[in-house]
């Protein structure tokens, strides 16, 4: 009990900072920790750090930012709390909204490796990192390296609703990609759409808003090149979707 206390102590000492502190940007590094591993609610106030948060080493922080880890994670006898360890992506957030994300591996917390990093503005590089520092010069778009295709499907929509919105992102991150541009696909309708598809990544999430209110979100799917159509139809009151060749 006494050790969980410490870790708390010295985990919330820097989350405390970052907010007291973090109001002024700086050129410096900070330890952050990742706002998918702050207490939701139950047990103490939403937001806090408990005893299995995880920190994330910031080589650059600007004001408004925040990150999402997902992936490993190992305790630092040194901070006192969980640090992010093993393959994994980051992603980072800029007062709320996409900033970038780094795909690869962590040592301790810190970007070491071989590190694939996806930009809003719609950039992929990739750069070598040393415990937390960059070596040598980045790559420029890596696009003959990671193959990323303009995909063309068939949005069919079976389902008793209204599609209202379709977006389509990496499994576990937050890059979603809207595809129907803000129009509706009516019950009964199809249209054809256009995604950005990175085959470097081999698992998708699928989140389709219909006018019942709801939405629901398909996790881990594979997208092949060679898929034509994608069906959301309604089976037993729960939404699903598959996937066609042709």
């Not at 080493?57 to 992936?71: D, T």
């Not at 630092?76 to 709390?81: D, M, R």
């Not at 390296?145 to 008793?160: A, G, R, T």
């Not at 090149?225 to 060749?245: M, R």
Request: glycine content about 10%.
């Amino acid at each position: 009990m006494k050790n969980n206390y410490k870790r708390l102590s010295l985990c919330m000492i820097m989350v405390l900072s970052l907010f007291i502190i973090g109001g002024v940007a700086a050129a410096e590094g900070k330890w952050m920790v990742a706002k998918n591993t702050l207490s939701t609610g139950e047990g103490r106030p939403a937001g806090q750090p408990t005893e299995d948060s995880v920190c994330i080493w910031n080589p650059s922080y600007n004001q408004g930012e925040a990150v999402e880890w997902f992936g490993g994670k190992k305790y630092s006898e040194s901070l006192g709390s969980f640090v992010a360890h093993g393959e994994g992506r980051a992603v980072w957030y800029l007062n709320a909204a996409f900033e970038q994300s780094d795909e690869g591996t962590h040592f301790m917390g810190k970007r070491h490796g071989q590190i694939v990093q996806r930009f809003a503005d719609g950039r992929t590089v990739v750069a070598n990192w040393e415990q937390g520092i960059k070596q040598g010069k980045e790559a420029e778009s890596i696009t003959s390296i990671f193959e990323v295709n303009q995909q063309k499907m068939d949005i069919l929509n079976n389902s008793p609703y209204h599609i209202t919105a379709l977006f389509v992102c990496p499994a576990n991150s937050e890059e979603w990609q809207e595809v129907l541009e803000g129009t509706e696909l009516r019950s009964g309708k199809q249209r054809k759409v256009s995604f950005n598809l990175d085959n470097s990544i081999h698992k998708w999430d699928i989140k389709v808003v219909d006018s019942s209110g709801g939405f629901t979100v398909f996790q881990g799917q594979r997208i092949k090149n060679d898929f034509t159509s994608i069906t959301y139809y309604y089976k037993n009151g729960t939404g699903h979707i598959s996937f066609a060749v042709g």
